[in-house]
Nanobody, 122 residues
Framework: VQLQASGGGLVQAGGSLRLSCAAS????????MGWFRQAPGKEREFVAA????????WYADSVTGRFTISRDNAKNTGYLQMNSLKPEDTAVYYC????????????????WGQGTLVTVSS
């Protein structure tokens, strides 16, 4: 099983980025997906998650209203649309997949991507 995150980069505050997470080696529709991030010197934190059928979503308070998680099971790909970016959003972003429903906790996820760096300049 592989998860390949992409789409990170350097953006000015107030700008937007769209991250992608391409899954292979498993039926993407069989897993819930999530995004986490880790800033330098900080612990990995939950950002957003979506159920396998895309009927439910969960967001961290810090990104609610600015970030949108989505998925296309036919393309085995998940997305994280990030708008109104702030310097405090700077981090390595990881996508992850799980069979359970412990969306907020990193230990609940079975598979992880390699991460993509998002840098927001002020």
């Amino acid at each position: 099983v592989q998860l390949q995150a992409s789409g990170g980069g350097l953006v000015q505050a107030g700008g937007s980025l769209r991250l992608s997470c391409a899954a292979s080696g498993l039926p993407f529709s069989s897993v819930d997906m999530g995004w986490f991030r880790q800033a330098p010197g900080k612990e990995r934190e939950f950002v957003a998650a979506m159920s396998r059928g895309a009927s439910a979503t969960w967001y961290a308070d810090s990104v609610t209203g600015r970030f949108t998680i989505s998925r296309d099971n036919a393309k085995n790909t998940g997305y994280l649309q990030m708008n109104s970016l702030k310097p405090e959003d700077t981090a390595v972003y990881y996508c992850a997949a799980q069979y359970s429903n412990r969306h907020y906790y990193a230990e609940g996820y079975n598979y992880w991507g390699q991460g993509t760096l998002v840098t927001v300049s002020s």
